[in-house]
């Protein structure tokens, strides 16, 4: 995985954060991510991020729970093994409706889970790079990637006077790789990155 | 100023003058301090009280069913009260996280954790009494439909009993995901901010890397907010599942259309009680004070004595139609097995009546909600009366049958029973100390969601704005 440069800018409060997204938008900067210790409602319109499809995900692992369900008790009460249960009709749906139900909340539930893990990268053992260990706790934390062309400096500046009270440049990983958090962690340098 | 605010009028969820690093600090101390004494004779006590559980359930499967004192008339007794008694209680967490999340209640934030960690806790416990009641607990793996070599016979997709396996597994399920998703970025604090080498290993682990991308924040809110909307119809389905197991036999005393609706009450009734219970015990011991309010408690004591009262309702719509069915089947029931305070078991229905329908009616005095000493008493008062409920329910409709020679003789627990119940308070108990001493007992990023629009010191700065005329605003903020 290549190792970029970036600078990072720590701001304290969202109404100084969300003008400054705005000013190192319209400036050009190419915004990696920002870090916030809770969700903060419109900064991903403000930066610009597309809305999740994570809840068209949800539907349709909801109707795959529902055509399991379905499918399944139907195939195995009225083809596989019918039953007489009291003289009832063998495709009995209303008594299946409760299990319909669980399987389609069940399958909605873990699919969604499982694809919110995938897309956000989580999982035990994981590592990723931190830019302040303080993101999660205090601080919103905006990491602006560095291309060949960004001078550092000017950067720098332009963050403080946007309202950044602690700025640093880091080189780090994007990715993630496996590890735990109890040892340093090691970048894999890519030299053809420092060259350029 | 802050991009939102929230009127002085409504109560500060967060009092005292905090920043977001204070919040941080005070839910994050009882997790880096030593436990206290009395957290280590608690823990031990309730790790004593499972060990007991441990004992009458080891001596049931060995010598079988008749350990308990059920026979062929009691064939439910004290176990499957319990179990829906538990069950019952596991309610209040998705409830109070998923519902009023949905309904956007401010208050939810301060105790959702918790109430969600006691859901997960009480449905284990909940779920140990119809397993070991099966007897050759070995072949409990027959509930689950698969392929056998018996035919295959599948289970039947037509009873309830089936219906509360699925019910009860998924909502556990349902619940421990939507719990552990709120935990990640909180695991994620507390792996950041961790001194020594062993917390960072296992926070981190804890925390699957969570850093607090934007990104994953959008991805994490519509998560919440899809596994809200699933747990809603979830919450409500499960007992009403539970209560068909009831409602579509035919016992006088069971077979009756309004034990979903009621049964449903009756959770939410006894699950805030249960939360109630905790909370005021926690937030003494954890000095959170600012963060479960009196505000949370008296919110919460609203909640029981609605749904109290939906329950005495329901109660008393069983007494007349008991009468007004004129089946004399349905009056033995309720009127004389019941109703009747000198029948064998009248007792426990008006034990039930004092703690669940009478007693909680103090809760129309603003005074009574607002008293912390009060709210412990009555919450203890009506998880007694819940149990009461369902051993009613149980017992009163089963012990005497429609042919006087096969009525049981009185019905009484035996040691193994009333150790098992024992056995998941400790259960119960266990996990739950082990949680408030490892876990976040308060929803850490959510606090800090809603710190700025109804923190105590926040909403003072709102008052100038207040007295302004809606010109002045809209000219100065909203141009």
Request: aromatic share 18%.
């Given at each position: 995985m290549n190792v970029k440069k970036f600078v990072v800018g720590c ?20 915004i990696h991510d920002?870090y ?92 990723k790079h931190h830019f302040h260990p303080r993101a999660?706790?205090?601080y919103?934390v905006m990491a602006i990637e560095c291309?060949?062309?960004t001078?550092v400096?000017?950067l720098k500046?332009?963050l403080?006077?946007?309202?950044a009270?602690e700025i640093d440049v880091q080189n780090a990983e994007t ?9 340093e962690q090691?970048l894999?340098k890519?030299?053809?990155v420092e060259?350029? | ?210 850093t ?268």
């Amino acid at each position: 995985m290549n190792v970029k440069k970036f600078v990072v800018g720590c701001f304290n409060d969202e109404s100084v954060l969300f003008p400054a997204v705005k000013k190192v938008r319209t400036a050009g900067y190419k915004i990696h991510d920002v870090y916030t210790p809770y969700p903060v409602h419109g900064l991903d319109h403000a930066m610009g991020l597309r809305e999740t499809s994570l809840h068209t995900a949800g539907f349709i692992y909801a109707i795959t729970g529902t055509c399991t369900a379905l499918g399944g008790i139907s195939w195995i009460l009225t083809s596989d093994w019918p039953l007489n249960f009291g003289g009832k009709p063998h495709f009995s749906l209303p008594a299946w409706i409760p299990i319909i139900f669980e399987l389609t909340v069940l399958f909605s539930a873990v699919g969604m889970v499982l694809t919110f893990c995938y897309l956000c990268r989580l999982a035990p053992f994981l590592k990723k790079h931190h830019f302040h260990p303080r993101a999660t706790d205090d601080y919103f934390v905006m990491a602006i990637e560095c291309t060949a062309k960004t001078n550092v400096d000017d950067l720098k500046a332009f963050l403080q006077n946007a309202g950044a009270f602690e700025i640093d440049v880091q080189n780090a990983e994007t990715g993630w790789w496996l590890g735990t958090y109890d040892k340093e962690q090691q970048l894999i340098k890519d030299s053809a990155v420092e060259i350029a | 100023m802050h991009l939102k605010y929230e009127s002085q009028l409504r109560e500060p969820l967060v009092y005292g003058d905090k920043n977001f690093h204070q919040v941080t600090e005070d839910i994050c101390r009882p997790i880096e301090v030593k436990p206290s004494k009395l957290w280590y004779i608690g823990f031990f006590i309730s790790v004593a009280l499972l060990m007991f559980g441990v004992y009458s359930v080891y001596s049931e499967v060995v010598y079988g069913v008749g350990q308990w004192n059920l026979n062929k008339t009691v064939g439910w007794g004290w176990d499957i009260t319990n179990f829906v008694w538990w069950v019952g209680i596991g309610h209040a967490g998705t409830l109070i996280s998923a519902i009023l999340l949905l309904f956007r209640q401010g208050w939810r934030t301060g105790v959702n954790r918790a109430a969600e960690a006691m859901t997960i806790f009480a449905v284990m416990c909940a779920g140990q009494f119809p397993i070991w009641h099966m007897g050759r607990v070995w072949m409990a793996f027959f509930v689950m439909p698969y392929p056998n070599t018996r035919g295959p016979l599948w289970v039947n997709f037509n009873s309830p009993l089936l219906w509360d396996v699925f019910a009860i597994s998924t909502y556990f399920t349902v619940s421990l995901l939507f719990w552990y998703s709120g935990l990640l970025p909180d695991f994620g604090t507390i792996r950041d901010r961790a001194k020594t080498k062993l917390r960072k290993k296992l926070y981190g682990i804890a925390a699957f890397s969570w850093t607090g991308s934007t990104k994953h924040w959008q991805r994490h809110e519509a998560l919440s907010l899809v596994l809200a909307g699933l747990s809603t119809p979830l919450v409500l389905s499960v007992h009403t599942i539970v209560s068909f197991d009831f409602a579509t036999s035919v016992i006088p005393g069971w077979h009756t259309t309004i034990f979903p609706p009621y049964f449903v009450a009756g959770a939410i009734f006894s699950g805030f009680a249960m939360v109630q219970t905790l909370m005021v015990v926690l937030r003494k011991v954890y000095g959170l004070q600012d963060y479960i309010t009196i505000g949370h408690i008296e919110a919460m004591n609203k909640v029981i004595v609605l749904t109290g009262s939906i329950v005495g309702c329901a109660y008393i719509t069983e007494l007349f139609m008991g009468w007004y069915s004129q089946n004399k089947y349905e009056a033995y029931t309720f009127l004389y097995s019941r109703g009747n305070l000198f029948s064998p078991y009248g007792w426990s229905y008006w034990g039930m009546m004092a703690c669940n329908v009478i007693s909680p009616q103090i809760f129309w005095f603003r005074k009574m909600r607002r008293n912390v000493f009060v709210t412990f008493f009555m919450s203890i008062i009506v998880n007694i009366g819940m149990w009461f409920e369902r051993f009613v329910i149980i017992v009163t409709s089963l012990y005497r049958d429609y042919l006087p020679s096969s009525w049981s003789v009185y019905y009484s627990p035996t040691i193994f029973e009333i150790g098992f119940y024992m056995g998941t308070f400790g259960l119960f108990f266990t996990c739950f100390f082990l949680f408030s001493k490892y876990f976040p007992v308060i929803a850490i990023a959510e606090i800090k969601h809603v710190l700025k629009t109804s923190g105590e010191s926040y909403k003072d700065a709102v008052g100038d704005i207040e007295v302004q005329k809606v010109e002045e605003f809209a000219h100065e903020y909203a141009h």
